[in-house]
């Protein structure tokens, strides 16, 4: 079975400071973990991916997120927080097992980019 | 754009009908997959198909199904449907199992 769990469900940073949203995680097997955001009345976009290569990813819009097994955390961050960062995001975990895929999401952070 | 197309975007109905949700994966994708974002349960993973069959199942209620086509567009049905049902769903499409999935821009069903 696998799960994850985001701390703080609501985020709030000012424009050009640090962002970090924390995923932890919980598999049974070496998982794959995503982040994706969802800005309001849209789909999902992946931001990055971690695929047991490199455990520093980087993704789109300047985030990157860093692997760490010992600590089963996955966390999201940015060193400057742009107004259009404001969204959801959601971690996601899966386990790379034959044809089946499913990804088990968070509950989301929203974060909110103060001016 | 994901390249997954929905449709309908919005669907309004009455409780006790059904409803058809249609998706249409990126050119090239195998697996589609299903999933209903909901305010309580938060995203929720419904079904997988790759190449037509199906290859995991998730929190999917039996009053619905689902079904990938030889098209590979994938269609899931929702019946008898009550006010909880009322959710967004979304559906996403990945070339195999080891790749990412994309997402479409989601159907939102109110249930009145």
């Known amino acids: 079975a696998q799960s994850v769990t985001q701390l703080g469900s609501h985020v709030s940073v000012s424009e050009g400071a640090l962002v970090l949203l924390r995923c932890n995680y919980s598999s049974s097997v070496p998982p794959y973990l995503f982040w994706y955001v969802q800005y309001p009345n849209q789909g999902l976009q992946l931001l990055l991916k971690y695929t047991s290569a490199a455990t520093l990813v980087k993704g789109i819009n300047g985030f990157e997120a860093e692997f760490k097994k010992s600590e089963t955390s996955f966390h999201l961050t940015k060193p400057s927080a742009h107004m259009s960062d404001a969204a959801e995001y959601f971690c996601a975990v899966t386990t790379p097992s034959g044809s089946a895929r499913q990804l088990t999401f968070g509950s989301g952070t929203q974060l909110t980019v103060l001016p | 754009d994901s390249g997954v197309t929905q449709t309908p975007k919005h669907l309004i109905t009455a409780t006790g009908q059904r409803v058809t949700l249609r998706c249409s994966p990126r050119s090239g994708d195998l697996s589609v997959y299903w999933y209903q974002q909901s305010l309580d349960q938060g995203l929720q993973f419904l079904i997988q198909?790759?190449?037509?069959?199906?290859?995991a199942k998730g929190n999917i209620l039996e009053r619905f199904s689902a079904q990938q086509f030889p098209d590979l567009h994938s269609e899931l049905n929702l019946s008898s449907l009550e006010l909880g049902d009322s959710a967004l769903y979304f559906c996403?499409?990945?070339?195999?199992?080891?790749?990412?999935?994309?997402f479409g821009q989601g159907t939102r069903l109110t249930v009145v």
């Open positions: 996403a499409s990945s070339v195999g199992p080891r790749t990412e999935a994309f």
């Open positions: 198909y790759y190449n037509g069959e199906e290859r």
